[in-house]
């Protein structure tokens, strides 16, 4: 695709309304007006799509010097100027371009075109959720005539039945639509999901459901955005507001680690939409359906409005003020830090402010080493490569993915796991930029959409299949490993040293938003802030120094396996839990049996869940949208962003801690989310010696008994998940969950349209489909039905046994 801004530096000089301007070769007309502050009115035109004609409404006149060096305007009949649209015309050295403002023919042209599309466009402006946004409404004001000759004729408009749901999700009013395809373009060129298609033909000509393609995409909300009438709209947001009504905020999003720039709309105190922000170097103008959609959790029925204690007598969490819950948990957490120790659990949700407070408030409030962001399945292999190689640095920009020679995807599902890079990999991949390999069991539609060559891998054996892969990449290539890989062994080692020995960049891309800054901030048991080694002891004096305390725990300290193993052995007395949900842990069961076995819980989370139950004290926090912060993203790079709402009754993470710790006679040091991030800039990234680099773990041999699979896992990108609770409408655009298995595996089932899975933790029952997968794997969905693959199955890697089975 074509975005009207080459990268070389020839230039050529053109003169546009008397102005002259020289911009690179092969530049479009329309974008050197921009350069200049000319504005030419236009629709299907987009920065970001290839270039089409398809309105007309961009038309200038063009003049173009002959073998004479004379200018000779472009004709069309003879004697008559011929309008060209500047969105398709390349600029050219000696052009001259007049555009409405200098020539009479061009404003004519262009108030023809607009007269044209008014013909059968409705105004029902009032009424149209584009309203007030509308470059159609817009442009009909500034470059269109007051009257229309149609309405002389006593014409009747063109008019459908209405809406047609394109998806649950996305709505078309089809007589709004001006054909300007650009819904269409972005779905067969940037998305690649052909799920809204041009019907008919001449005056019949519409927009309309793609025939014979199933609804399936994660990137559809864009279409709504760039639409420049209102023919698209959402059904969470149609006819709710109109766009004068709405403060707009900047942010960021908070469902992956893409760090994607969103505005946040909100009006009298809600939330009511989110658009995606303009971001060149990041997200561009893209976001996934989850970031536009997914934020009503925000004033769920089960949002914590106050903290909770439980009642001493009754044993039942009563409501409780925010200087009484700050006193029991005080008590509660040194009683438990003398009679054992306390554990901290972060997740992976938290702002990067919220995770250096619980970092600092583990290592020198409660005196441990013990906290640990994985609240998920994880290995020392991946914290030591977390540790050498990924915290403090950032080798891969989103600019290296369009420009590199490769890029090879190991224990990584972009589409499902960060959506940002994978619409900048199939924008490479699109341009003839890049070649994409990955690792993994099957093909998946984002990887067949990337025409990604696949090295078919069971769970487990990535190690072994990054060691073929030698001398397919050179120093231009780009390593993308996920936290997946924790799963197997040996994997993390054998990246490094595939991006040793080929001279690749390696980056780590973790699934959730506040991981990356949960690390760099030292929530981890072997890493202080900012990547210093808690085994240095000069890294220790360093950051003890900077706060202001005695020296620091040196122990090396306990991951979350083992903080909850300690738990239910009674080795550790206390745990605070951060944001957290049972069914993403590790061992679900046994987080849950250590939860009731600890003497002394404190929970912080947005909405009472399963570990709040639990809990001896609740403390609410607010989300993102109600407060400031920073998400860092895979890049390593920081993503702040202001509250675009105020959140009564509820406080940010690192201000609960402060309470707690003033209660148990210290000072966290700081109260605000501004006043720790002056603190974290002081602190700085160390300098240092880095943590050891990563090792290989000693191979293990794997076999599998008859009639057992190895199961692969992953999320998809709409599944069960916490945060995406309240939107039906989006819920139901959800992929299914089915387990998918070879032709061979699904033979032996007899034609089964269903299948039972055995693991050790539980069954579960769900459709089958045939993929071109190994015939040893199986692979089903994370999160998409029952509790989850962790919760009612097994650990993604382990083996289960499959059987045909009725639904």
């Known amino acids: 695709m074509s975005t009207g801004a080459p990268e070389t530096t020839d230039l050529v000089t053109l003169t546009i309304d008397g102005v002259a301007v020289s911009v690179p070769k092969g530049t479009l007309v329309i974008r050197a007006a921009e350069q200049i502050g000319i504005q030419i009115p236009r629709f299907c035109d987009h920065p970001l799509l290839a270039p089409v004609g398809a309105c007309r409404q961009c038309l200038v006149e063009v003049a173009l010097p002959g073998p004479d060096g004379e200018l000779r305007q472009m004709q069309g009949p003879p004697g008559r100027m011929k309008p060209q649209a500047s969105c398709t015309l390349t600029a050219s050295e000696g052009m001259q371009v007049n555009t409405q403002l200098t020539s ?43 009257e229309s000759r149609f309405a002389d004729t006593g014409g009747t408009k063109r008019t459908f039945a209405k809406p047609i749901n394109i998806s649950e999700q996305i709505l078309l009013d089809r007589e709004r639509c001006i054909v300007c395809q650009r819904c269409t ?49 959402s059904a969470e947001y149609r006819f709710r507001s109109r766009p004068f009504d709405l403060v707009s905020s900047p942010g960021v999003t908070e469902h992956d680690s893409s760090g994607a720039a969103i505005r946040v709309d909100h009006r009298r105190g809600k939330v009511v939409r989110r658009m995606a922000g303009n971001d060149p170097e990041v ?53 438990a830090r003398d009679g054992g120790g306390v554990g901290v659990l972060t997740g992976g949700r938290l702002i990067a402010e919220d995770a250096y407070a619980y970092s600092k408030f583990a290592r020198t409030v409660l005196g441990t080493n013990d906290i640990d962001f994985r609240a998920r399945p994880h290995s020392a292999e991946e914290a030591a490569f977390l540790a050498s190689e990924v915290v403090g640095t950032m080798p891969v920009t989103y600019r290296d993915l369009e420009q590199a020679s490769t890029v090879l995807l190991v224990g990584l599902e972009p589409e499902d796991e960060a959506g940002s890079i994978f619409l900048r990999l199939r924008k490479a991949q699109q341009a003839g930029a890049i070649k994409v390999v990955t690792v993994a069991p099957f093909t998946t539609r984002g990887s067949a959409k990337l025409r990604a060559e696949v090295v078919s891998t069971a769970p487990g054996e990535e190690a072994e299949a990054l060691a073929t892969l030698d001398g397919q990449l050179d120093g231009n290539a780009v390593i993308l490993v996920g936290e997946r890989l924790a799963s197997g062994s040996g994997a993390y080692a054998a990246a490094v040293r595939l991006a040793r020995s080929t001279g690749a960049r390696l980056a780590w891309v973790p699934r959730r938003a506040g991981d990356r800054g949960a690390l760099e901030a030292g929530c981890l048991p072997g890493l202080l802030p900012g990547g210093r080694p808690v085994g240095d002891a000069a890294a220790r004096v360093d ?29 550790l007395a206390g745990v605070v839990v951060a944001g957290v949900s049972i069914d993403d842990l590790p061992d679900p069961a046994a987080a849950r049996d250590a939860l009731q076995a600890a003497s002394f819980v404190v929970a912080l989370d947005l909405r009472n869940t399963e570990i709040t139950e639990l809990a001896d004290v609740v403390f609410p926090v607010a989300p993102t949208s109600h407060k400031a912060g920073t998400f860092v993203n895979w890049e390593g790079r920081p993503r702040s962003f202001a509250a675009a709402l105020s959140a009564p009754g509820v406080l940010p993470d690192l201000r609960s801690l402060a309470g707690i710790a003033e209660e148990m006679g210290t000072t966290l040091g700081f109260r605000t989310v501004a006043e720790a991030q002056a603190e974290m800039a002081e602190v700085g990234a160390w300098d240092g010696a880095r943590a050891p680099a990563v090792e290989a773990p000693s191979a293990k041999p794997r076999r599998l008994a008859s009639n057992r699979f190895w199961l692969a896992s992953w999320k998809l990108l709409l599944d069960n998940g916490l945060l995406q609770e309240g939107d039906k409408a989006m819920a139901a655009t959800a992929r299914p969950a089915v387990a998918k298995v070879s032709a061979s595996t699904a033979n032996a089932l007899q034609g089964a349209r269903a299948v039972t899975l055995t693991g050790d933790r539980g069954e579960v029952t769900v459709p089958v489909e045939v993929a071109d997968i190994a015939d040893d794997v199986v692979w089903l969905p994370a999160n998409s039905l029952g509790r989850g693959v962790l919760a009612d199955l097994a650990s993604p890697g382990s083996a289960v046994t499959v059987k045909g089975a009725q639904l």
């Open 104 to 146: 009479p023919g061009a404003d004519k042209a262009q108030r023809g075109v607009m007269e044209a599309l008014l013909i059968n466009h409705p105004l029902d402006c009032p009424v149209c959720d584009k309203g007030g946004e509308c470059p159609l409404q817009n442009q009909a004001m500034s470059n269109g005539q007051g």
């Open 185 to 233: 373009r972005f779905a067969d060129e940037v998305a690649g999901d052909p799920f809204i298609e041009l019907i008919e033909r001449g005056a019949y000509q519409q927009i309309g459901i793609a025939e014979g393609v199933p609804f399936n995409s994660y990137f559809s909300g864009n279409v709504i955005q760039i639409c420049p009438v209102g023919a698209l709209t």
């Open 283 to 335: 997200n561009e103008e893209w976001i996934t359906d989850k970031d536009r959609f997914a934020f009503q959790y925000t004033r769920s029925a089960d949002r914590l409005g106050h903290p909770l204690v439980r009642d001493a007598d009754t044993g039942e969490l009563r409501a409780a003020s925010w200087p009484e819950a700050f006193v029991v948990a005080a008590r509660g957490l040194a009683a």
């Open 543 to 571: 950051v003890a120094t900077a706060w202001g305390v005695d020296p620091l725990p040196e122990r090396p300290g306990r991951d979350t396996t083992e903080i909850l193993s300690a738990l239910r052995e009674k080795t």
